[in-house]
């Protein structure tokens, strides 16, 4: 089993549409946690970090269930521009004061005009 | 200021041939990632560099895969007796110390003939 999990999709979804991804990890010792876009052909980037008490950056809502062990991303109002794959990333404890970053297979999503 | 370099940014090879691909973290960054990505697949975590901790090397498909790091600065991948199943895009990252998030060059795209 994958340590982090994530439906592949592709989610196919109209503009203006609300759509929701979910991830899921398998070491409860995870510490922080993390939403990564990545673009065709580019390299990820950080979206934005997902906190306990869940957290809103515009459109991009994430939250955090630690006793389920789970993670969400919604996007509202869905643009053209948000096509991309959503990556869950977690991060845990590997020695001495140091983490290690953990990534899922990410989920593609194609917002259609 | 300068991001996670990565070269060559393409490589073209004949089955058998030895390539290295080279990796210039962000400076300061304790941690650096390796990993690989084929087409329309997740990112696979190759191998972790952590300040002068001892590598984890767990992500290395076979003994023709091997990795070096000197102190906190460039990062060397090679891949000996290259197959056609190597062609992939091979991105590397970087993390400041305490961190949890990572930074990502721009991948070397490798393709073995």
């Known amino acids: 089993r994958k340590e982090v999990e994530q439906d592949p999709g592709p989610f196919n979804v109209p503009e203006g549409a609300t759509v929701a991804f979910n991830c899921t990890y398998s070491n409860s010792a995870s510490q922080s946690f993390f939403w990564y876009r990545q673009d065709c052909r580019k390299e990820p980037k950080l979206l934005m970090s997902?906190?306990?008490s869940g957290n809103e950056d515009g459109r991009f809502t994430a939250q955090l269930n630690r006793a389920s062990q789970y993670i969400s991303l919604l996007i509202r109002d869905s643009k053209l521009s948000d096509s991309a794959t959503y990556l869950c990333?977690?991060?845990?404890?590997?020695?001495?004061?140091?983490?290690?970053?953990?990534f899922g297979t990410g989920t593609l999503l194609a917002v259609q005009p | 200021g300068a991001g996670v370099s990565q070269s060559p940014s393409n490589k073209v090879t004949e089955k058998g041939k030895d390539v290295e691909l080279r990796c210039d973290p962000i400076s300061g960054h304790t941690a650096l990632y390796w990993y690989r990505q084929r087409l329309g697949q997740g990112l696979e975590f190759l191998i972790y560099f952590q300040g002068n901790s001892a590598p984890d090397k767990s992500g290395l498909p076979s003994d023709r895969f091997s990795a070096e790091r000197t102190g906190e600065s460039v990062s060397t991948l090679t891949i000996q007796r290259t197959q056609q199943e190597d062609s992939a895009v091979y991105l590397c990252?970087?993390?400041?110390?305490?961190?949890?998030?990572?930074?990502f060059g721009p991948g070397t795209r490798l393709l073995v003939l």
């Open positions: 990333v977690v991060s845990r404890h590997y020695g001495g004061a140091t983490n290690k970053l953990i």
């Open positions: 997902v906190y306990s």
């Open positions: 990252a970087s993390s400041p110390p305490a961190a949890g998030t990572q930074y």
